[in-house]
């Protein structure tokens, strides 16, 4: 803690002279921190309760085994067992095939828009609002529009209306295995690009504009205007978001639930997130949730050391 | 978020005001217009007219742009069936509680970590900020545990807002979000006040809060937002038909119910949601930007 006395000689004197003094200090600095720590209290006490004793309890939930009101250890019985579920590696192959299409097309696609919106000079805030808009609708309701009005595998369905007057071969969405997760990326990169949109566009409106002049000048053209300034100029948000995205799609959860009822056909459904809540609080298998859930974490931090391992590197 | 047509981009001006750039521009602009429009406002207007058609007129190839025989009893029987206005309420109620509970708390608690900085402050900082790593799912089961029986009080959360309204608080964003701009407001003025025998709650009150009117509108929006959208938690703490939210009333209405009326319900659920946006964007967006990081 800094002191507001000015440093060496005064704060000597004071502290060998006058004894008095020093110990009235020590009682201000207490009731300064006291004061601190009240205004603190409400949020340490919501945190204690909801994240850091939960995360804590998680892990011991995990080797634990509560059964007619006894509890009792079990060691790696809930892992070997979350493990064994049918469910369980196509719930990872899921959720990996998420991630890495939502990385494409969630990732990619809002970067490409804002950089198109960036370039227009008209319309601005009205293009602004349109890629926002589905960001605020309730996750259910956008849903419910996919799965009833877009994804209908009839002909009568918005999306194989479209293909058929485009003369392309129809899907049948979410019934189709194949057609299921790419279906999911689609809904869930329609309901939330908008935030990312609006995050480049402010990180590209900090892009000087002599950098494009000096490149142009030295014969760059559009896609070397990209690649070399427009990029690099961005790589810090880019890599914050690429996180953010791989975090946000590890927890699918409600896509599956509502366009898929869950599981899908044959599992084509299944994800991580929603084979927690399947054990969790329908199975009544809530030390095997947790077990999934220790393991998910590990898996993002293995995942998030490695990503941080191969940027810095770069630098 | 201002007219900045003078500053340069990836294309430069002297580029687009020549003939065949100026040609180009034009056309990619209605291009983007025009397409930007059916993708993102085409669903919703095929949601809002699809629940004024009939179950055989949904069902109908090729699909009807524009409702034979528009009738409003999908909207109404979605309304009477599934008890919106209570669900509505319900939504409403904990999303207030939620924006009261988070301004009271999260304010006094990047007030102290921005102001009045007590030992061990930054400490506390970076536990709540390390919480931002810790996905949702992965702390949902233990979370539902301690809420079913809270450590030594022993009593349940089900079906209490407070349930809802508590774990809100423990949002490190919002107060990242604070402490910053409390940070920007010069301690000078702190002293000022303290000079004139004001204590620290009064400065908050009468010097902090005040200058910070936009921040808690942009975190008062926010929070209000994710309690209108989210849906595992509530669907976990509020199981009940009378203290449901909305969102998950309509899923667990969607099993027994036709089409239309799930979409009716649909539509009615996002209304609240898109009126707060189109009148509050301005402050929504210049919030989502202003806790990014400069690139």
């Known amino acids: 803690m800094a002191t507001m006395t000015a440093p060496g000689t005064t704060d000597q004197l004071t502290r060998s002279a006058v004894p008095a003094r020093k110990s009235g200090r020590r009682s201000r600095k207490i009731r300064d921190n006291v004061t601190g720590y009240a205004f603190l209290i409400g949020a340490i006490f919501c945190f204690a309760l909801f994240t850091w004793y939960p995360m804590i309890r998680g892990i011991i939930m995990s080797f634990q085994k509560t059964r007619r009101g006894v509890t009792t250890w079990v060691g790696w019985d809930n892992y070997t067992r979350i493990i064994a579920d049918p469910s369980f590696w196509p719930a990872w192959r899921n959720t990996i095939y998420f991630t890495l299409l939502a990385l494409i097309i969630g990732y990619a696609v809002p970067f490409f828009v804002a950089i198109l919106l960036n370039e227009l000079r008209h319309a601005k805030g009205y293009l602004r609002v349109l890629v926002y808009l589905p960001v605020m609708l309730p996750p259910a309701s956008a849903l419910f529009l996919f799965k009833f009005y877009a994804y209908d595998p009839s002909d009568a369905g918005l999306f194989n209306a479209i293909l058929k007057a485009l003369h392309l071969p129809t899907s049948q969405w979410m019934q189709s295995p194949d057609a299921t997760m790419p279906a999911m990326v689609i809904a869930s990169t329609w309901m939330n690009m908008g935030s990312a949109v609006l995050i480049y566009l402010a990180s590209l409106q900090n892009i000087p504009g002599e950098l494009y002049e000096a490149a142009e000048l030295d014969g760059a053209g559009l896609w070397r205007r990209i690649w070399n300034v427009t990029i690099p100029q961005t790589k810090l948000i880019l890599g914050l978001l690429a996180m953010m995205q791989i975090v946000a799609t590890m927890q699918v959860f409600i896509e599956p639930l509502i366009l898929a009822n869950g599981a899908g056909t044959q599992d084509s459904a299944t994800t991580v997130a929603y084979l927690i809540y399947q054990h969790g609080f329908y199975q009544n298998d809530l030390n095997g949730a947790a077990a999934l859930g220790v393991i998910t974490l590990l898996a993002l931090a293995a995942f998030s050391g490695i990503y941080l391992r191969l940027t810095t590197r770069n630098d | ?295």
Do not use: C
């Open chain 2, 1 to 295: 978020m201002s007219q900045n047509s003078g500053t340069r981009t990836l294309i430069s001006q002297a580029q687009l005001q020549r003939g065949k750039g100026k040609v180009v521009y034009w056309t990619l602009l209605s291009l983007v217009v025009v397409s930007f429009t059916l993708v993102f406002i085409g669903p919703l207007y095929w949601m809002v007219t699809g629940a004024l058609k009939t179950g055989q007129e949904i069902a109908q190839t090729p699909p009807t742009l524009w409702p034979q025989d528009p009738n409003f009893s999908n909207y109404t029987n979605a309304w009477s069936n599934l008890n919106l206005s209570k669900l509505l309420f319900n939504t409403f109620y904990y999303a207030l509680g939620a924006v009261l509970f988070q301004l009271v708390f999260d304010t006094a608690a990047a007030y102290s970590l921005s102001k009045l900085r007590p030992v061990l402050g930054n400490v506390v900082l970076g536990a709540m900020l390390a919480t931002l790593m810790i996905p949702v799912i992965v702390l949902i089961v233990p979370q539902y545990v301690t809420v079913i029986d809270l450590p030594l009080v022993h009593t349940s959360l089900i079906n209490q807002p407070l349930a809802i309204w508590l774990p809100l608080v423990a949002n490190a964003f919002n107060i990242f979000l604070l402490k910053r701009f409390f940070d920007s407001i010069p301690d000078d003025l702190m002293a000022a006040a303290q000079v004139d025998g004001a204590g620290p709650l009064r400065t908050l009150w009468s010097i902090i809060l005040p200058m910070s009117r936009p921040i808690l509108g942009v975190v008062s929006i926010f929070s209000v937002t994710y309690v209108w959208k989210d849906f595992l938690w509530p669907k976990l703490v509020m199981p009940d038909g009378s203290t449901r939210t909305v969102s998950v009333g309509i899923v667990a209405f969607s099993g027994g119910s036709s089409v239309n009326e799930v979409i009716a319900a649909s539509v009615i659920a996002a209304i609240p949601t898109v009126i707060i946006f189109l009148i509050f964007q301005r402050n929504i967006m210049s919030g989502l930007t202003a806790g990014s990081v400069k690139g």
